[in-house]
């Protein structure tokens, strides 16, 4: 079933009259700054984060790690959120790896979920462009390439976390990234998952559902 959810059809209603799915479309929405319903003026976390990520960019000087952390961030939060009705499970909890899954539509062993998982747990435990994996012996040093033409570009050798391998070497065992098309793969993972929930495609699996989305993610101002 195809829902018709348009933010003129939430302005009738009052906040708390909104269907789940009218909701989720206000929190996936990231082109209005902003949806009016009759007694609050609502606008989800997700936007105002993309906006800063757009803005950060932008700037030499704001473009280098924080909006690359971001766009993960974005990744971890869709994957806590919601899954498909359409697609199985897969076999891993965490959020970034579900929705590269669901909304990247990546294949469960496609390498890309790994790479970009290491890269966030690089940037976030301590603002690095090394990751470390001993329990599967998964080792990434990471290097922003804005000219290649993927999304990344594994390493020609298996870095076996020695630095000192690293030392004297021309990249052979660096993983290139591009942040920029990261930034886009996250826009179409935003766009796919809001269009899956046009379909009645979407799960919500927050587990105190639609109140934990709205207090967790929709920041309002009453009217």
């Given at each position: 079933m195809n829902l018709n959810i348009t933010p003129k059809s939430i302005r009738n209603k009052y906040t708390d009259e909104l269907t789940l799915n009218e909701l989720i479309f206000v929190h996936l929405d990231l082109f209005t700054g902003g949806i009016d319903a009759k007694d609050r003026i609502l606008r989800s976390t997700l936007s105002f984060i993309m906006e800063n990520i757009d803005h950060g960019f932008a700037f030499d000087k704001s473009k280098i790690l924080m909006p690359l952390l971001s766009c993960l961030s974005v990744l971890d939060q869709l994957g806590i959120c919601y899954e498909r009705t359409d697609m199985k499970a897969p076999k891993f909890e965490n959020g970034i790896k579900r929705a590269l899954y669901y909304f990247g539509e990546?294949?469960?062993?496609?390498?890309?979920?790994?790479?970009?998982?290491?890269?966030?747990?690089?940037?976030?435990?301590?603002?690095?462009?090394?990751?470390?994996?001993?329990?599967?012996?998964?080792?990434?040093?990471?290097r922003y390439d804005y000219e290649i033409d993927l999304i990344y570009e594994p390493a020609k050798i298996k870095w076996d976390g020695d630095f000192n391998t690293l030392d004297g070497t021309k990249g052979e065992y660096t993983t290139a990234v591009s942040p920029d098309k990261i930034r886009k793969l996250v826009k179409t993972c935003i766009r796919r998952a809001s269009e899956l929930n046009m379909e009645s495609k979407l799960k919500l699996i927050l587990k105190q559902g639609i109140k934990e989305l709205y207090f967790s993610y929709i920041r309002y101002t009453e009217i």
């Open positions: 990546l294949e469960e062993d496609d390498p890309m979920i790994n790479t970009l998982y290491a890269l966030r747990n690089g940037l976030l435990h301590n603002v690095s462009l090394v990751s470390m994996d001993k329990f599967k012996n998964n080792h990434y040093h990471f």
